[in-house]
Structure formats: structure tokens, C-alpha cells
């Protein structure tokens, strides 16, 4: 879908990002983080091909974005961190004047109004100005906008920023409902507990350098973390899994055992049976899915340790 | 929709139907009050509604124009249009018509009302005269216009954009050029112009219809201008092509003007090196001097990717080697007993005040030129590379230039060192002694621009294993 390649984007006197490559699965939505001033909003920017870059090369589905700029943006959508809106025309008038500048025929426009403003919840506001709306429906109506001519590639800076909780909740919805639908999405922010809910893979940057870019999805993974509690008092739990087939990475914590196992359904149908056939008062059996704020401080403190390394090396 | 959504978002923001309605009735009013009150007369008020339409599309649509390109980037809009699908040539039409669309709405009736004032008014033979006079104030609305968006995406590109600061240049700009553009028709040559020529190469063109082609033509470069302004906003890759034929036309223009028949090759030329180094200032102040850009296109360019590297030529070096080609063209053809038309003129009433300065000696005044102008841009460089000045640069380099050329010769002659003046003003290099004070001047900024290129271009090195990235084929 989207592939970067060894993307290089200098700032006077300021490297932004240095030797970036990742690729982006189709319908996948990645949530891209790091701290203020790592890249994030450079590296979307290029993405989108608002910035061209020093070196590198971004492709979308194998076009040059920053060779075809014009097609590129006819197959993207994006919101930028600091978006805004014509206030003094209609929410209608915004998106039918979004769909004509993104080359979507005269005949279809309407309908397309329709769709963006059914799934971004504002079909009832078609006949108020911009102006007018709250934060969380002109965020909405941005990202109706971006979405208005069905790009394959939604790229979103920041777009919980400023949003209250249930705002945030519905625009984690409108995010998935998205990727539902087949979109590719990618989001860029610092606050991690807002991505968590949505994001199906994190690609870590920190000083213009990508850490690390894995899937978060427990589902898409071969093997899963388990966690499983027995009543107190229970102490042949640990013996169970010992013997059990792929248990792996096996930890006892109290009456709390976690472990590494297959992750198919019918694996995990057949150990729950064996800890039932072996009498185990099992008062809980989860998968333990490792929160995107763990993931990311555990490759933040990774990429740290990694960088002591040599130090340590020159100082001999 | 067949046209522009930039131009029908303009509509659906500027034309509402009370707007509409309103302004044929308001205008309506103030010409029935005059027809009341003074009762002037036709000619009169034609002279009325002619001015009507200067002060809307001169004042009003120039600052309507770059205000709705700065109403976008204020209102965080810009990036939004800058991701749609249209054209950059959709885009400029966009604003420009449909940025100023009720200032020509309300124009285009009083340009109605001078017609009709007019018909009223004048005897038949003088229609001709009208047809000229519509003609001119249109072009010259549009080029006002076009100058204005050059302007605000110039401004835009400098990463300098404020607001207000923004507009109010643009809308100066777009005031010069309506200015220029009908001075010919109503002040320089009033009515001369009617029916006299206009000698240009050796060849007698009627006034009118020369005015009238130059202003279309300057329109049409203006069009251009802001066509390929906003192509590069929108990311497409521009070479300067246009920028390099610009310079080769305005060389030419002015070069067809020498009114004298003394050897009217040398003057030709000297012209040419003129307008060549105009623009090269104008090409420089016109530019972001961004030392990152300066960096990619010298990386292209030492990878040998020439196509590429052409992307990042500065515009002031391509008019500074079409200045430089023409002046050396001008000293050749004075070293081959050309003569320039000039030295009769204004030369002589120079030489009064520089006594220095001996006719004969223009050769070398030409190789100072160039000299002078090459050292004024990489002082100029030197400062925009400089990191806290880089807001201010031009700014402040527009004043040491003015310095440097104004009170600093006075100064010189006043305190009776005369002898360094050759230091400080093209025109009093003389000899070829003389020239060694500016060609040191280069070398000295040359080197001081080095050490500050370096400085400029370190980038913020974060991990030790970082190197110099391929560029690759972008």
C-alpha cells in the first residue's frame, strides 16, 4: 500500500527525519508516535506529499507521490494538525466544494456528500454553516472532507487533539467503521491512550529515526500472551501448563500464571478444556494484550539502552 | 460545474443574491444624485465612472485577491487546497477571479456606465479611442491582479507571510502595475499617444496599439508568474524556464528603446545588461534563499543529476548569467569601436559630478557592474544564511546596499579620497586597476559566505552512525 524508502528531510541546521523506510499494510490503521518534535508531522507531510523530501521516495500502490503529486492526492485523504474549515459556508457546501476539487464527477457528488456525511454522523447538519458546529462535529466534517472521494490512504496528525472523551470515543468508532470499509489509515499522535482503542500496528519514531513498527493486534499474531488465575490455595496450575503442548515463557505471579501459546481459536478452545478436565478452579482466562504505552516505553527504553552501548564502548 | 470550484466556493461566499441586488441600486443612486444635484456632463461622468473602476479593481480586487490566498494560510485552509486535485492553473484562475468577484461585479458596472457616459458624450471618430481606453483598463485590472498574487505566493513561499503585512504589499504591487500599465495612456503621453509612434528596433509601431500589446503582454507574463508560483506550491516540480525566458523577453523589450541611431548595437546591448542585472535583484529579493534548498540543489548537482539539479537554480544566477553575457557582449563591442548612444547624454552630465569618470571608459564600468552586483549577492546569501537574521535578511541587506551605494561615495569624494572610490561605486572603476577593488570585494565575501555556508548546512547530528544520504533520483 504505502512504502517509504530511506526518507530524508532536512530543516536548517536540523535533520527531521533520517533514513526512514516502513511500508504500511492495506487496511491496516497504524498509529504513529513519538514525542513532540520526533518527525511525526514531517513524516506525514511527506507522506502526503505537502513537503518534498531530501532523499528517498514515497510510493503509493507503486506511484511516486512526489513525481505525481496530483494523482497522489486524488487516492489520499489528510488532516493536518492545525485544519480549518470555511466557516461561512455550509456543511454541504464544504464537502460538495471538497468533492469537486478532488475530481470527483458532477453526477456522483451528491451521493458522495451523502456517504461522508452518514458515516461522519452529520447528515443532520448538512444545512448549517461551518461555522456553527462544535469542536467534535467540525472535526467530524474535516475528516468528511478527507474522506469525501474515498481515498485508499487516510493520514490523520493529531485528530483527537482537543476533543472531549465522548468525542474522542466517536472518533475512534468513525476510525474503525473506516477501516471496515477497506481504508488504510494512518495517526499520528503523542497521547497514546487515545490510539489504543483503534490501532492495529505502531510505528515508534523518535529523533527522525523509526524505532521500531510492529502489529498490535493479538489476532494477527501466531502466538498470544495467556493469563490465567486460579482460585487461591490452587497450586497445580503451573504443573497443568508445565505439561502442556506450545506453553512457552511460562510466570507464576501469585495464583496468576501468564504464558506464550498458539493463537488460534481452537488452541485456545482445547487448553481451556484441559485446565476444566484437570479440576483447576479457573476464575479468569485472557488474552494479556500488552497496552500501546507498554509497547511503546518498552521500544523507547530498547532504542535507549541500544545507544548506551557503544558509548560505553569508547569510553574503554 | 464547468469551471473552478475555487471560483464557485468564491461565488458561494461573495455573490449572494443581496449583494447582487445591492450594488446596481447603491451605484444607481450616487449617479442619479449627480445627475440631480450638479447635473455635470457626460464626459464628466464618464471621467467619474472610469475612476469608479480604477478604485475598485486597483484598490479593492488587488487587496481582495491576496487576501483570499492569505485568508487560507491564516485560516489553516492553505494545506487543505493544497491537497485537492486541481490544477494550479484552475487554482490561480480560481482567485483570481473568484477572490476579487464582487469588486469586478460592481466595476464592470461602472466601466458600463463610463461606455455609456462616453457614447453620450463623444463625437463617433472618438469610439476608436474608447475601444483602446476599455481595453487598457481591463488588461491592466488583470495585470494588477496577477501582480498581486505573484506577490502574496511570493511572500507565501518566503515562509514570511503575515497577514497583514502580506496583503498590503500585494495589494502595493498590484497598484504599481495598474499604474504603469494605463500611465502611458493617461499621463506620459496623453494625446500624442492617440496618434503618434512608437520607435522600437528601428521600426515605427502606432502608439496606441504598442501600449495596448505591451500591457497584453506583461498581463500575460503576470498570468504566468502566478501559474508557476502555484504550480511549485502545489509540489510540482518547476525548472526555471520560465523565469530564464523572462529575462531573455524584458532583455529584448528594453533593448528595442534606444531612441538614438549612434551605434545602436553597443546600446542594445548595454540595455539588455541592464535589465539583466535589475532582475537579478529582483530575482533574488523575489526568492526563499532557504540554505537547505541551496543544499539539495548542490547535492544534485555534484551527483550529476542535472535535470534535477535545474530545479533548485536560483533565478537571480540565470538572469546573473544573461546580465553577464550581455555585458560582456557590450564590453567586446566597445573594444571594437562601438560607441555607446548614452555617452552623448546623461554620461556627460554624470561626468560633471564624478570627475573621475572619462568617457571611453564604459568597458570597465560594465566589468564593475557585474562585479558589484555578483558581490551584492553573496553578501546578500551571506546574510539570509546567517541563522538570527534570516527573518530580516533582505531587509536589512536592502539598507547596507543603500548605504554602500548612497552616502559611502559621497562620503569619499567629501573627505577627498577619491582614489577609493572605484571601492564602493560601479561607475567610477575606469581602469583595470581600478577593477581589482571590487574583484577583491568578491573574493573576501566569497570566503566569508564559505564559513557561514558550512555553518548554515551543518545538520544537528543525534547518532553517531549517521552519514550523508543518497539523494537517489529525487
Known amino acids: ?316 | 460545474m464547468w469551471f473552478s470550484p475555487e471560483l464557485q466556493r468564491n461565488l458561494w461566499l461573495q455573490l449572494s443574491w443581496g449583494r447582487v441586488l445591492a450594488a446596481p441600486i447603491l451605484i444607481g443612486i450616487v449617479v442619479a444624485a449627480l445627475l440631480a444635484s450638479w447635473n455635470p456632463a457626460p464626459s464628466h461622468l464618464a471621467e467619474y465612472a472610469r475612476w469608479g473602476f480604477v478604485l475598485l479593481l486597483a484598490l479593492w480586487s488587488t487587496r481582495r485577491v491576496a487576501d483570499s490566498l492569505a485568508e487560507e494560510v491564516g485560516g489553516g485552509t492553505w494545506e487543505s487546497q493544497r491537497m485537492t486535485g486541481m490544477s494550479a492553473w484552475s487554482m490561480v484562475w480560481g482567485k483570481l477571479i473568484g477572490g476579487a468577484i464582487f469588486p469586478w461585479y460592481c466595476a464592470l458596472i461602472c466601466l458600463g456606465l463610463m461606455v455609456w457616459f462616453s457614447f453620450k458624450a463623444s463625437p463617433a471618430d472618438l469610439r476608436i479611442a474608447l475601444g483602446y481606453q476599455v481595453a487598457t483598463l481591463l488588461l491592466a485590472a488583470v495585470l494588477a491582479q496577477a501582480t498581486a498574487l505573484v506577490v502574496a505566493l511570493l511572500l507565501l513561499r518566503k515562509a514570511q507571510f503575515r497577514r497583514r503585512l502580506t496583503v498590503t504589499m500585494a495589494q502595493s504591487a498590484g497598484l504599481l502595475a495598474f499604474g504603469a500599465a494605463v500611465y502611458w495612456k493617461y499621463s506620459a503621453v496623453p494625446l500624442a499617444a492617440e496618434i503618434g509612434t512608437v520607435r522600437w528596433y528601428q521600426q515605427e509601431y502606432p502608439a496606441n496599439q504598442f501600449y495596448l500589446s505591451s500591457v497584453a503582454i506583461f498581463t500575460l507574463w503576470a498570468l504566468v508568474g502566478a501559474w508557476r508560483l502555484m504550480r511549485a506550491e502545489l509540489l510540482y516540480v518547476n525548472r526555471p524556464w520560465m523565469w530564464t525566458l523572462f529575462t531573455l523577453f524584458c532583455m529584448a523589450y528594453a533593448a528595442g528603446f534606444v531612441p538614438w541611431d549612434v551605434e545602436p548595437l553597443t546600446s542594445r546591448l548595454a540595455s539588455a545588461c541592464f535589465v539583466g542585472l535589475t532582475l537579478t535583484y529582483a530575482g533574488f529579493f523575489g526568492e526563499a534563499k532557504d540554505p537547505v534548498r541551496y543544499r539539495w540543489g548542490l547535492a544534485r548537482f555534484k551527483a550529476l543529476h542535472w535535470w534535477r539539479a535545474l530545479e533548485f537554480t536560483p533565478w537571480w544566477l540565470i538572469s546573473y548569467v544573461l546580465a553577464a553575457i550581455a555585458g560582456g557582449a557590450t564590453i567586446w563591442s566597445i573594444a571594437m569601436g562601438g560607441e555607446l548612444a548614452w555617452q552623448n547624454t546623461w554620461a556627460a552630465d554624470v561626468q560633471r559630478y564624478a570627475s573621475v569618470l572619462t568617457l571611453g571608459t564604459f568597458a570597465y564600468v560594465f566589468a564593475g557592474l557585474l562585479l558589484f552586483a555578483l558581490r551584492d549577492m553573496l553578501f546578500l546569501l551571506w546574510l539570509n544564511f546567517t541563522g538570527k537574521m534570516r527573518g530580516r535578511a533582505d531587509l536589512s541587506g536592502l539598507v547596507v546596499l543603500a548605504i554602500a551605494y548612497g552616502p559611502l561615495p559621497m562620503l569619499l569624494v567629501g573627505a577627498g579620497a577619491a582614489q577609493f572610490l572605484p571601492a564602493a561605486w560601479p561607475v567610477a572603476v575606469t581602469n583595470l586597476m581600478a577593477l581589482a577593488w571590487p574583484a577583491a570585494e568578491v573574493v573576501v565575501v566569497w570566503f566569508l559566505l564559505l564559513l557561514r555556508w558550512r555553518q548554515a548546512t551543518r545538520i544537528e547530528i543525534l547518532a553517531d552512525d549517521r552519514e550523508e544520504p543518497s539523494i537517489g533520483t529525487h
Not at chain 1, 517509504?4 to 527531521?16: I, K, N, S, T
Not at chain 1, 531530501?54 to 500502490?61: C, H, K, M, P, Q
Not at chain 1, 490455595?233 to 515463557?249: A, I, N
Not at chain 1, 504505552?293 to 532504542?303: D, I
Open chain 1, 1 to 316: 500500500m504505502l512504502s517509504v524508502r530511506h526518507l530524508v528531510f532536512d530543516y536548517p541546521g536540523h535533520r527531521a527525519l533520517d533514513d526512514v523506510s516502513f511500508s504500511i499494510e492495506p487496511k491496516s490503521i497504524t498509529a504513529l508516535v513519538g514525542p513532540n518534535g520526533a518527525g511525526k508531522s514531517t513524516l506525514l507531510r511527506c507522506c502526503a506529499a505537502l513537503d518534498r523530501p531530501f532523499a528517498g521516495e514515497v510510493t503509493l500502490d507503486g506511484l511516486d507521490i512526489h513525481d505525481a503529486p496530483r494523482s497522489a492526492h486524488q487516492r489520499m485523504g489528510f488532516l493536518p494538525d492545525f485544519y480549518g474549515l470555511y466557516d461561512e459556508l455550509t456543511v454541504r457546501q464544504c464537502l460538495t466544494y471538497r468533492a469537486a476539487a478532488l475530481g470527483v464527477p458532477g453526477g456522483d457528488r451528491a451521493a458522495r456528500v451523502h456517504l461522508a456525511a452518514e458515516r461522519m454522523e452529520i447528515l443532520d447538519r448538512l444545512g448549517d454553516k461551518a461555522g456553527t458546529l462544535s469542536r467534535g462535529l467540525r472535526q467530524r466534517l474535516a475528516i468528511a472532507q478527507a474522506i469525501i472521494h474515498e481515498p485508499a490512504l487516510l493520514l490523520l496528525d493529531e485528530p483527537a487533539a482537543g476533543l472531549d472523551p465522548e468525542a474522542r470515543m466517536g472518533l475512534s468508532a468513525v476510525l474503525r467503521a473506516l477501516r471496515d470499509k477497506g481504508m488504510t489509515i494512518i495517526v499520528s499522535s503523542h497521547i497514546l491512550a487515545e490510539l489504543e482503542d483503534y490501532s492495529t500496528h505502531m510505528l515508534v519514531i523518535r529523533e527522525g529515526r523509526i524505532l521500531h513498527h510492529r502489529a498490535l493486534d493479538p489476532l494477527s499474531k501466531q502466538r498470544v500472551r495467556i493469563r490465567v488465575e486460579v482460585a487461591d490455595g490452587e497450586h497445580r496450575l503451573v504443573d497443568v501448563l508445565s505439561h502442556e503442548g506450545g506453553v512457552t515463557e511460562l510466570t507464576l505471579m501469585g495464583s496468576t500464571c501468564t504464558f506464550e501459546y498458539p493463537a488460534s481459536a481452537v488452541s485456545r478452545h482445547t487448553l481451556l478444556k484441559h485446565l476444566m478436565a484437570a479440576d483447576l478452579h479457573v476464575i479468569e482466562f485472557a488474552i494479556d494484550e500488552q497496552g500501546l504505552q507498554e509497547a511503546y516505553l518498552e521500544q523507547v527504553r530498547a532504542a535507549e539502552a541500544a545507544r548506551a552501548l557503544p558509548k560505553i564502548g569508547h569510553g574503554r
